[in-house]
């Protein structure tokens, strides 16, 4: 938890010297509590106290970076309880589960299928990251097999799971490379799997059978020096699951609990007998608190919601998404293809590209910046005027594309053609229609 003003206070020198430019040691501190000064400008702070006042700065709840390559992330890091007061920084990471006597084909099959299920949406590449490994039967061989494979042919990363330590280990030592998740840490293991993700630098995950019985586990593991836990309070009831999430997000955040402050793992999987129900708990999840959560599969109609969900938690919702402000081609336009015009909201565009794109008519679409906002919002708020809109069309380069002069504007935003028209002499501006679904039968009736 952050230290006030006082606190760290009694942590300086308490010289008066002035040095850090500040006439007394009590202003430096307060300056230092809000984030207006910089430790470093006082050249007389103790070792120890740097050491106290960096520990009282980490955030609440630890980021923690899991796997390599492109579908690396990082999870926790996480500042608010809820996400309208700032914003949900790191997204949960969606994994699925094979069992480690899973047949070589079948595997190969999954990891075929499983690596396809990407999709593009508002300009983001939504996909799941990770496959666990569950160790069926105590077959070290299989175990490592099964996670090698997965390591070394696809991008996704990997949970190695298991509570039998030559088992982890022989995982381990297959998949190491790819910095999986040990899971996970009991009370009968802690050393073990304590000592395994040090000396292998990764990242560990701790089980217990409540919240409470957490805390010894963690704080014993942050003893032997490691930073980079996943916690797992065990309950795979979906109330008491529930409850522990919002117990650890607020025992950290609200409480200072140094023990509780690492990002969690969830088995929606171990919760509910069909994909419908564990996708819907993943999502649960989602919203409230779980840094990663496993799935028993992966297919399109349970995962591609279960993504868009994810995208729009962890969107800033002070910030809309937003597109660069420009000339988009859809299709393969020429001098003679249509020239559209929409605001730079990212849903706006892609509704509007995207229905281009469905009619087949090869066309230009510029993009105007309204600082995300919708076209009848923009307008509304005068971000969308008739002079703006026209003096962006003179501006854009859409002169130098086309040989006509005309330029279709979105129906909500008919009030501005008069004003465009001014600002284009020469220039025809027709009116499209309201709604983005009818733009095909627009385009092609022309
Ligand atoms: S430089 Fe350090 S000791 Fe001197 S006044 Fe500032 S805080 Fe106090």
Redesign the pocket.
Known sequence: MALTGIQIFKL??????????????LA??MQLASGKAELD?????SDEAREKLAEASAPPILPVQIGKGVRKRTIGGETVLYRHEKTFFNQTVISAKVGSDISEDDLKKKLTTWNALQFERVGYNMRPEMIAVEDVKGDKEAFAKVAKTIAETSEFNVILMSENVDVMKAGVEACGFKAPLIYAATDKTVDDYGNLAKENDLPLAVKADSVENLIPLTDKLVDMGLKRLVIDSGSRDVKQAFEDQVAIRRAALKGGNRSLGFPTITFPCEMASNLDIETMLAAMFVAKYGAMTVLSDFTTESLFPLLLARLNIYTDPQRPMTMEEGIYEIGKPDENSPVLITTNFALTYFVVSGEIESSKVSSWLLVKDTEGLSVLTAWAAGKFAGDDVGMFVNKCGIKDKVKHTEVILPGYAAAIVGEMEEELPGWTVTVGPREAAHIPAFLKAR
């Not at 308490?14 to 007394?24: D, I």
């Open positions: 300086l020198p308490q010289t008066n010297c002035k040095e850090c430019g500040f006439p007394t040691c430096f501190a400008q006082c050249p007389y702070v």
